[in-house]
């Protein structure tokens, strides 16, 4: 079991860039699959990118794809998405979470944090 707490939301303009965190609890952190999903007011949670256990597979939205990066780090037990050139439409809660695999479905996860607010402003 895992307890996730993601950090670094904000309130940012179009074009600036934030760094969000997702901090993982207990020794078997390195044994999740990794992934980050937002959900904007009225909207659906959407996939954004995921991350393999050893970080060297990631995956995109079409959305994110050349502005957003995934990243891990086993020993800190953490991953982390920087965003960059950030727009109006990335305006959402951000929600870490931790499963057998990074794909894209909500529910191929099985622990999720408490999510973070992210406010682009035009």
């Known amino acids: 079991q895992v307890q996730l707490v993601e950090s670094g939301g904000g309130l940012v303009q179009a074009g600036g860039s934030l760094r969000l965190s997702c901090a993982g609890s207990?020794?078997?952190?390195?044994?999740?699959?990794m992934g980050w999903f937002r959900q904007a007011p009225g909207k659906e949670r959407e996939f954004v990118t995921g991350?393999?256990?050893?970080?060297?597979?990631?995956s995109y939205a079409d959305s994110v794809k050349g502005r957003f990066t995934v990243s891990r780090d086993n020993a800190k037990n953490t991953v982390y998405l920087q965003m960059n050139s950030l727009k109006p439409e990335d305006t959402a809660v951000y929600y870490c979470?931790?499963?057998?695999?990074?794909?894209?479905?909500?529910?191929?996860?099985?622990?999720w944090g408490q999510g973070t607010q992210v406010t682009v402003s035009s």
């Open positions: 979470a931790a499963g057998p695999r990074a794909g894209g479905r909500v529910y191929g996860y099985d622990y």
């Open positions: 991350i393999s256990r050893s970080g060297d597979i990631t």
């Open positions: 207990g020794r078997t952190f390195s044994s999740y699959a």
